[in-house]
T-cell receptor
Framework: DQQVKQNSPSLSVQEGRISILNCDYTNSMFDYFLWYKKYPAEGPTFLISISSIKDKNEDGRFTVFLNKSAKHLSLHIVPSQPGDSAVYFCAAVFGNEKLTFGTGTRLTIIP | DSGVTQTPKHLITATGQRVTLRCSPRSGDLSVYWYQQSLDQGLQFLIQYYNGEERAKGNILERFSAQQFPDLHSELNLSSLELGDSALYFC????????????FGPGTRLTVL
């Protein structure tokens, strides 16, 4: 039962353009959402998060949007840079329960 | 560098064998989490320890066990290995027991032949 889904395994974006990574979830009890970035041979690194009481959180070039009615969140990266090429995981948590991860989206930024 | 270390980086073994993966958390972190990432899968939570005690269990097989020692390092023991156990195993740590404040190690890649 995949409660957090990232339906796009890969995404290619031109440098300087906007990258939009999507994530859907099924459990309406999730109250906190996170995005992690992973480079090869490294562990995931926390990128940005959002509480379910908000619909947007911004940190520099990264913005996460949450649409609770659609059970959907997205990560926007603008402008995209070559160093953004990585695998991005969304994750969700309910209360103090375990983190539930999506399967990841591999983002490739084309110079 | 997250400050979380894992050894070994790579491990190749045969079916039926037993291996031990080791994790040292960031200085000051009391919680250690173990995750498994199989091919094309997200990270699956296995188990969490907080200050030496088991705090939560996820999808951990009975053939797998873990412990956290007084110096707070943790070991994940995998026994009677099967081909399907080949995966990346990540350890993460956090100061408290909150799941949303974890720092991940670089992982151990286990290959079972």
């Amino acid at each position: 039962d995949q409660q957090v889904k990232q339906n796009s395994p890969s995404l290619s974006v031109q440098e300087g353009r906007i990258s939009i990574l999507n994530c859907d979830y099924t459990n309406s009890m999730f109250d906190y959402f996170l995005w992690y970035k992973k480079y090869p041979a490294e562990g995931p690194t926390f990128l940005i998060s959002i509480s379910s009481i908000k619909d947007k959180n911004e940190d520099g070039r990264f913005t996460v949007f949450l649409n609770k009615s659609a059970k959907h969140l997205s990560l926007h990266i603008v402008p995209s840079q070559p160093g953004d090429s990585a695998v991005y995981f969304c994750a969700a948590v309910f209360g103090n329960e375990k983190l539930t991860f999506g399967t990841g989206t591999r983002l490739t930024i084309i110079p | 560098d997250s400050g979380v270390t894992q050894t070994p980086k790579h491990l190749i073994t045969a079916t039926g064998q037993r291996v031990t993966l080791r994790c040292s958390p960031r200085s000051g972190d009391l919680s250690v989490y173990w995750y498994q990432q199989s091919l094309d899968q997200g990270l699956q939570f296995l188990i969490q320890y907080y200050n030496g005690e088991e705090r939560a269990k996820g999808n951990i097989l009975e053939r797998f066990s873990a412990q956290q020692f007084p110096d707070l390092h943790s070991e994940l023991n995998l026994s009677s290995l099967e081909l399907g156990d080949s995966a990346l195993y990540f350890c993460a740590s956090s100061v408290g027991s909150k799941y949303n404040e974890q720092f991940f190690g670089p992982g151990t890649r286990l290959t079972v032949l």
